[in-house]
């Protein structure tokens, strides 16, 4: 039963013996104890009366009667809210006593032990999968992507690149790998030129260079040179093909000779690439030149696509990996009863699923590391604590803008509910002491008056 039936039992108990106690002193006027029941039930009636007055009047009007000190606490609304809000920053939850609780409280330990009971068994780079799929699911590829062909054009358009060019290319030529690079252009070009289409090119070109030089000069002289070319092809002293011919092999021994470090021609390519890497780095004309050509490029040329393509490309298979992978260890178990269904889809996505596992590998190793390493926990716990505590300076007003708006929102009734509902039984509990003590102070008064004021007044009397 709750205080506030037990007080209306009480008030009401007492109101009763106050009418039998009533009754009992008009039918026995001179009976001691009649008086001191009277006595006692009609203090106890008064205090439980009033306390149950003084009770109501804070939340309502005591039978409907409205007066200036009834309903206190909508009446008063607004000042109870100020109290409240007041009481909450600066008594309940002030900014020095909230960082306190932080600084004492393991936040890494409770992160590390949230995480570890929410993503189990290496679950947390899934998770992270999961997370960048829906993300990717969720954007706009054709919007972000000419997003970043403007943030790139425009990072291309400040940058210079001509420092980078020289340094790029020095560092090429400071780099053994440079010979790597030239064997390869030597060796396509081996292979471009071992082609009998080059033999034909370079029998054409001959063919061109002397149709050339017979059509020069006056008709005279032009009879000469073909009369003299006939005269040289009919006695086999000129060959066209045969030159062709020794040309490509001079070609094919030269190419193969340029195959060595050392070569001469490979030496002085070097020196005049360091050249132009010197000049990159310090010549002003050369610099402009590049910039314009870049900004000529810059001005035709769209990354969109390429980028759209490229984000299309990873969500497909990004969906493909997430569709195989199982959602927990249920479905995974059930994957290998049904004949390894996921094993067989990962299978065909290859290099996306060797990227997935190895993220997941690499995450897991990381985290156990991470919580191993007292330092590097003390350190995150550190700057958490930090970030904590600068938002608490910060926006420690919202706590009590919080509060505000939570009892802005009560209505009377919801308000008047919410704050019985915290001291309503304290409050009843009054009313049952009201009419007690009322009683005990009824009796004390009637053993007053009738143990020591009366005897008094007769002895003064007499």
Do not use: C
């Not at 995974?332 to 065909?348: L, P, R, S």
């Amino acid at each position: 039963m709750s205080n506030k039936r037990i007080a209306n039992v009480v008030l009401a108990a007492v109101f009763l013996v106050f009418l039998a106690a009533a009754w009992l002193r008009y039918a026995y006027p001179d009976a001691w104890w009649s008086s001191l029941l009277f006595y006692m039930a009609e203090a106890g009636l008064v205090g439980g009366l009033a306390d149950w007055y003084a009770v109501t009047a804070l939340f309502r009007h005591p039978l409907g009667m409205k007066g200036k000190h009834t309903a206190i606490v909508p009446r008063n609304r607004d000042k109870l809210i100020d109290g409240v809000v007041r009481m909450v920053e600066t008594q309940l939850l002030p900014p020095d006593t909230l960082k306190l609780k932080l600084a004492q409280a393991p936040l890494a330990e409770i992160a590390i032990g949230w995480i570890d009971r929410r993503f189990p068994g290496g679950e947390l780079a899934r998770a992270g999968w999961r997370l960048l799929g829906g993300l990717l699911s969720r954007m706009d590829f054709g919007r972000m992507s000419a997003d970043w062909d403007e943030r790139l054009k425009e990072l291309l358009r400040r940058t210079d690149i001509t420092p980078y060019a020289g340094r790029s290319l020095r560092w090429l030529l400071e780099n053994e790998d440079v010979h790597l690079l030239l064997d390869r252009l030597v060796a396509e070009a081996e292979k471009a030129a071992a082609s009998p289409e080059t033999k034909d090119a370079i029998l054409r070109i001959l063919e061109e260079e002397k149709d050339k030089q017979l059509n020069e000069g006056g008709g005279f002289m032009q009879f000469l040179k073909k009369a003299a070319f006939i005269f040289a092809e009919e006695s086999d002293a000129l060959n066209l093909k045969d030159a062709a011919g020794a040309i490509h092999t001079d070609l094919l021994a030269f190419l193969d000779d340029l195959k060595r470090h050392d070569h001469e021609l490979r030496l002085l390519l070097l020196r005049m690439f360091g050249e132009v890497a010197d000049q990159l780095e310090a010549d002003t004309a050369l610099s402009e030149t590049l910039e314009n050509w870049k900004n000529d490029v810059l001005a035709r040329l769209s990354f969109a696509p390429s980028v759209e393509g490229i984000l299309r490309t990873f969500r497909q298979l990004l969906d493909e990996e997430l569709t195989a992978l199982p959602q927990n260890e249920g479905q995974a178990q059930a994957g290998e009863d049904e004949g390894g269904n996921v094993a067989a889809t990962h299978a065909q996505q290859p290099a996306m699923t060797e990227l997935r596992e190895w993220t997941e590998r690499f995450a897991t190793d990381y985290w156990e590391a991470f919580k191993r390493d007292a330092a590097k926990k003390a350190w995150v716990d550190g700057f958490i604590k930090s970030l904590l505590g600068k938002l608490v300076d910060a926006e420690h007003r919202v706590i009590g803008q919080v509060a505000r708006e939570t009892l802005n929102a009560f209505t009377e009734q919801r308000l008047i509910a919410f704050i019985e509902d915290k001291v309503g039984e304290d409050l009843n509990r009054i009313r049952i002491n009201g009419s007690l003590v009322g009683a005990g102070l009824g009796a004390l008064i009637y053993l007053f008056l009738h143990g020591v004021y009366d005897p008094l007044l007769d002895a003064f009397v007499r």
